[in-house]
């Protein structure tokens, strides 16, 4: 069974910087990609960045590059991501996500395969 567990979320202001930690655990967790979604209020879950098996490969979503960086611990079994110059549209919950696709870096909602509960970001202002 494998379980995602998200943290470092809260109340941050604009142009501020986060970092989101989730960790892994479960069979193969650490052969496959993992990748960070969030949903705004209002909106549906839309993909952030996802990450390789072995950290070697990231891929973001058009909207956050440049200010969002996917990272991976292989040995811990965890994965970041850290938020820079926060928007008020960066306001979400930010789920991250386990696959078991052959895809390297994949970035579709339906390629993945488990979800962690989330941790809700909210930007002031």
């Known amino acids: 069974q494998v379980q995602l567990v998200e943290s470092g979320g809260g109340l941050a202001q604009t142009g501020g910087s986060l970092r989101l930690s989730c960790a892994a655990s479960?069979?193969?967790?650490?052969?496959?990609?993992l990748g960070w979604f969030r949903q705004a209020p209002g909106k549906e879950r839309e993909f952030v960045a996802s990450?390789?098996?072995?950290?070697?490969?990231?891929y973001y979503a058009r909207s956050v590059k440049g200010r969002f960086t996917i990272s991976r611990d292989t040995a811990k079994n965890a994965v970041y991501v850290e938020i820079n110059s926060l928007k008020p549209g960066d306001t979400a919950v930010y789920y991250c996500?386990?696959?078991?696709?052959?895809?390297?870096?994949?970035?579709?909602?339906?390629?993945?395969?488990?979800w962690g509960q989330g941790t809700q970001v909210t930007v002031s202002s």
């Open positions: 479960g069979p193969r967790v650490s052969s496959y990609p």
């Open positions: 996500a386990d696959t078991n696709s052959g895809s390297a870096v994949p970035n579709r909602d339906g390629e993945y395969d488990y």
């Open positions: 990450v390789s098996w072995d950290g070697g490969s990231t």
